[in-house]
């Protein structure tokens, strides 16, 4: 069973950076994955971030965060990354990573992601 634990949520001024840290388990390989940082604000629904093909490293991100955020991802530590550069108070969640087996493009279908962190809250202020 993959397991994913995320890391490097905090607290930050409006304009900061952070980078958040997912490492993954459970598989010899991770090459037949796509995996995705998704987040979610108190009383909205979870919304996708970012995505990255672990064996070809494409992307694809969200308009809200194009320009600011860079999804990548550390073959030999199982370890996906997302760096956020000018960060928003609107950009205040709990981030999730996700798992996508059998899945070779970044994708923001929250339905092909099938296994999940438990999450890391960033909180920006103004």
């Known amino acids: 069973q993959v397991q994913l634990v995320e890391s490097g949520g905090g607290l930050v001024q409006a304009g900061g950076s952070l980078r958040l840290s997912c490492a993954a388990s459970?598989?010899?390989?991770?090459?037949?994955?796509?995996m995705g940082w998704f987040r979610q604000a108190p009383g909205k629904e979870r919304e996708f971030v970012a995505g990255i093909s672990w064996l070809s490293g494409s992307t694809n991100y969200a308009d809200s965060v194009k320009g600011r955020f860079t999804i990548s991802r550390d073959n030999a530590k199982n370890t996906v990354y997302l760096q956020m550069n000018s960060l928003k108070p609107e950009d205040t969640a709990v981030y999730y990573c996700a798992a996508a087996s059998r899945v070779f493009m970044p994708t923001s279908l929250e339905g092909r992601y099938g296994d999940w962190g438990p999450g890391t809250q960033v909180t920006v202020s103004s």
């Open positions: 459970g598989r010899s390989t991770f090459s037949s994955y796509a």
